[in-house]
């Protein structure tokens, strides 16, 4: 074998043993970004929760999260508090029942519905529950 073969081969060599490291490499990362995206993602604990009825966490894994109610209650309810007019965030006005904007007055549902506008569309929704200490949210739409 004469120097330019014997660089050939061994350049071929290091490819070829390379290549299932670098493609488990990047699968692993491919599904670890999935996984995480689909997961429960933690925002808060429930002594944090329980102090008020409710839970901000502006910048939670999948983005701003209001979450209201307390660990005894049976369903929890999660928003995104980004107001869909031009993203104030929304306060949750325990008495009222009612996410209203400081802006410029649009007011939601407890379950994210629009009840009056500016604001045109609900507020985005996300599934909330309580696990030990944790409060966790999970988008619905990943
Ligand atoms: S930003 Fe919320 S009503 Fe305008």
Request: proline share 6%; hydrophobic share 35%.
């Amino acid at each position: 074998m004469n120097r330019r073969n014997f660089i050939t081969f061994f350049g071929v060599g290091w490819i070829a043993s390379s290549l299932p490291v670098a493609l488990a490499a990047c699968s692993s990362e491919k599904s670890s970004s999935q996984t995480t995206s689909k997961d429960w993602q933690p925002v808060g604990t429930t002594g944090e929760l329980d102090k008020t009825g409710q839970l901000l966490a502006k910048n939670s894994p999948i983005g701003p999260v209001l979450v209201v109610g307390t660990s005894k209650t049976s369903h929890l309810n999660a928003v995104d508090p980004t107001c869909p007019h031009q993203g104030c965030t929304v306060e949750w006005q325990s008495d009222a029942k009612t996410f209203l904007c400081p802006c410029h007055g649009s007011e939601f549902a407890i379950d994210g519905k629009l009840k009056k506008g500016p604001a045109k569309e609900p507020l985005k929704i996300y599934a909330a529950k309580v696990e030990g200490n944790s409060v966790l949210v999970m988008s619905h739409n990943s």
